[in-house]
């Protein structure tokens, strides 16, 4: 047995998807406010055909790694995860999961490539042995709980469908209701009502949130000292304590470091939604000695490198 007399059976794995069609990329669709809940919706619905209700895997995490979008699942009861691996093998999860973003998506067929990981063992290579299939998931525990978007966006999805039998024409509304439950990027002047303005090398700047253009400048100048950032935003930040930041630096490691830079911050922006102002990042740049990146975001001066 894998799994002690009185312990659960709980395991996960990493399901990689990539669209095949140029002209579709999940993560982009992913990554857009508008469109966020309509794939969240496919993935759920697709997965719960796999394991034959809702409850047979939980999402824990959806990361956007271009071009793959990779969901991260757990596995609370093995003969669920034997389900979803001869839903899998037999390829009627990909046939589902085509499906279902065609219908949330509004859109014409969503062509899909499917990979599954445990740690560092491909499945797709040994998915007739399902023994060792389910031994590779096994030893891989889930190392956090359900992101908040993962649970905000599951409140969406229950109270959509709570309501609809009254309401035949799902598939155009099921978006535009969900829609407005996650926006990554609050509009630029949103801003804490407790502070609406914060004091940085004697000039007074607004509050506001932290924009994709602010996004993207500290991750291509912040370089090595991401992880020291993180660690002071962590402070008050929960979607940063540990092991959060080191199982980013884990993650994205062949992606380097803009891509470990970036997921760190999009992580605290997600968490902390309209909390998540400029003023919290410019402190954490003082904090660890990055003036220059803090100027070059609040537009003092011209981009310059930031060490």
């Not at 669709?29 to 895997?57: H, I, M, R, W």
């Not at 390829?91 to 599954?116: D, I, M, N």
């Not at 491909?122 to 590779?136: F, I, R, S, T, V």
């Amino acid at each position: 047995k894998m799994a002690g007399s009185s312990a659960p059976w709980i395991g996960s794995a990493y399901l990689f998807l990539q669209s095949t069609c140029k002209t579709i990329a999940l993560p982009a669709l992913y990554e857009s406010s508008q469109k966020k809940p309509c794939v969240f919706k496919a993935l759920k619905l697709a997965l719960a055909d796999s394991t034959g209700g809702v409850n047979g895997v939980d999402m824990l995490k959806v990361h956007c790694s271009h071009p793959h979008l990779i969901v991260q699942l757990k596995f609370c009861k093995r003969e669920n995860c034997l389900q979803f691996l001869r839903s899998y093998r037999e390829g009627a999860l990909q046939k589902s999961l085509q499906s279902h973003l065609q219908l949330s998506l509004a859109t014409t067929t969503v062509p899909l490539k499917v990979e599954l990981k445990a740690g560092s063992e491909h499945l797709d290579k040994m998915l007739k042995d399902e023994d060792h299939c389910l031994e590779c998931i096994y030893r891989e525990k889930p190392d956090r709980l359900p992101d908040e978007e993962i649970t905000e966006l599951e409140k969406g999805l229950k109270s959509l469908m709570l309501h609809q039998n009254t309401n035949n024409n799902v598939a155009g509304k099921d978006c535009s209701s969900l829609k407005s439950l996650f926006r990554s990027y609050p509009p630029q002047g949103s801003s804490l009502p407790t502070q609406l303005t914060f004091i940085f090398q004697g000039q007074q700047f607004d509050n506001r949130t932290i924009t994709l253009d602010d996004h993207q400048k500290f991750a291509k100048s912040v370089s090595k000292k991401w992880k020291q950032v993180g660690r002071s935003l962590q402070k008050s930040c929960r979607a940063l304590r540990d092991p959060a930041i080191d199982n980013l630096a884990l993650e994205y490691d062949r992606d380097g470091l803009y891509e470990q830079a970036y997921q760190m911050l999009l992580r605290f922006i997600q968490c902390e939604g309209k909390k998540a102002t400029i003023a919290r990042l410019i402190a954490a740049l003082e904090e660890n000695g990055l003036v220059s990146l803090a100027e070059e975001i609040l537009g003092l001066h011209s981009s310059e490198d930031c060490s």
